[in-house]
């Protein structure tokens, strides 16, 4: 079974940091694209951040550079985002997406095929 399983998401408040984790599984993870979106209530699903199939390549929306960073380990499958200086309007649902590509594919969410459950990060005031 194909599948990304996302972890990591909480309450926190504006400032702190959190770490999300997601490990894929059926699928040749190494060799393909990996991002993070995220929705929040009413809003469409946004592209934060997504790598490379080697990680040498990483891009972020305008509004998390600086704060987010992406990262992966082919050799457990896993892809993370660290999130540092949180603020309230973070908050919102984050999906591990996998572009079963290892071409570079835009940060926008039609061009991703594999998608995890989501986990929710909520960031107070």
């Known amino acids: 079974q194909v599948q990304l399983v996302e972890s990591g998401g909480g309450s926190v408040q504006a400032g702190e ?3 999300l984790s997601c490990t894929g599984s059926g699928l040749t993870f190494a060799d393909d694209a990996m991002g ?6 009413g809003k469409e699903r946004e592209g934060v ?3 490379s199939w080697s990680g040498g390549t990483r891009d972020y929306a ?3 550079k600086g704060r987010f ?3 992966r380990d082919n050799a457990k499958n896993t892809v993370y985002l660290q999130m540092n200086s949180l603020k309230p309007e973070d908050t919102a649902m984050y999906y591990c997406a996998g572009a ?3 071409a570079a594919v835009p ?3 039609q061009w991703w095929k594999l998608w995890g459950q989501g ?3 909520t960031v107070s005031s």
């Open 62 to 64: 305008n509004s998390v």
């Open 36 to 41: 993070w979106f995220r929705q929040a209530p």
């Open 119 to 121: 986990t929710q990060v």
């Open 100 to 102: 079963l590509t290892s």
């Open 17 to 19: 940091s959190v770490r």
């Open 49 to 51: 951040s997504e790598i």
């Open 107 to 109: 940060l926008d969410k």
């Open 69 to 71: 960073t992406i990262s």
